[in-house]
């Protein structure tokens, strides 16, 4: 996606916060808007960055595993880090706060909000990468997902994937004790459906949606096998 090519800069096509940020790149970076194909592909991937970017200053702190994990989420290859390190300090610069990040991501995204909880997934994904989560990246998370439309029980059961809120894995499901055996399996298969990276790929979205999926489909399988063997299912 990241390349020093000529062409028209893709800021002025996307616009808002996340158009301005790339277009803060003007001079040193130049975009190829054929690179990134929709340009919601181009919202998703940076919107990213700055958000995990204002995640990282919110924190105080960003150390090696965030920045190792981050590279996980967003991938890049070794000739562009360069490049997409110094879109991720401009990011934590800019005068633009968080919020008008999330608020962009979530025009874009609104009638996929699953596309959403790939945001989250990575973001919380980067957070945890040195084995805690503070209370103000968690407080960060929060604002983000209210910011996204998420309910609070929806907060809880994306949040249940990545800490201890408590390790209950119908939280994590998103279902409830009191549903029958087979609303459990028809509930599953239908998240599986709905998770599966096959379904990022037939969006045409990045690699890093891909990924964050492929993380997320295993949290959800993990959490449906405990269920299987507490009601002893097959």
């Known amino acids: 996606m ?10 002025f096509a996307v616009g808002g916060p996340i158009g301005a ?19 919601r592909q181009v919202v998703f991937t940076t919107g990213l960055i700055a958000l995990s970017a204002k995640m990282a200053k919110a924190d105080g702190v960003v150390t090696n595993d965030e ?14 880090v360069a490049n997409v390190t110094r879109l991720f300090d401009l990011a934590k610069q800019t005068s633009a706060g968080f919020e008008a990040y999330a608020a962009q ?19 919380f994904h980067i ?52 549903w029958d055996d087979e609303a459990l399996r028809r509930h599953y298969r ?9 379904r990022q790929i037939a969006l045409g979205l990045p690699p890093a949606a891909v990924k964050i999926a492929t ?6 399988n993990a959490a449906w096998e ?5 009601r002893g299912l097959r």
């Open 190 to 198: 239908k998240l599986v459906a709905d998770n599966h990276p096959d």
């Open 67 to 80: 920045i190792a994990a981050f590279r996980q989420v967003v991938s890049v290859p070794e000739s562009e």
């Open 105 to 123: 991501i979530t025009e874009q995204f609104r009638e996929e909000p699953a596309l959403l909880e790939d945001v989250l997934d990575g973001l």
């Open 127 to 178: 957070a945890k990468a040195d084995h805690a989560i503070h209370e103000a990246e968690l407080r960060y998370l929060a604002e983000v997902a209210r910011i996204f439309g998420f309910a609070d029980a929806d907060w809880r059961r994306i949040a249940a994937r990545h800490v201890r809120l408590p390790d209950d894995p119908y939280l994590v499901l998103g279902a409830s004790r009191d």
């Open 2 to 11: 990241w390349g020093k090519l000529g062409g028209a800069g893709v800021g």
């Open 21 to 39: 940020l790339l277009g803060a790149l003007a001079g040193h970076l130049v975009f190829d808007s054929g690179l990134f194909g929709e340009d």
């Open 215 to 220: 993380e997320r489909l295993a949290v959800i």
């Open 226 to 230: 405990k269920v299987r063997a507490e």
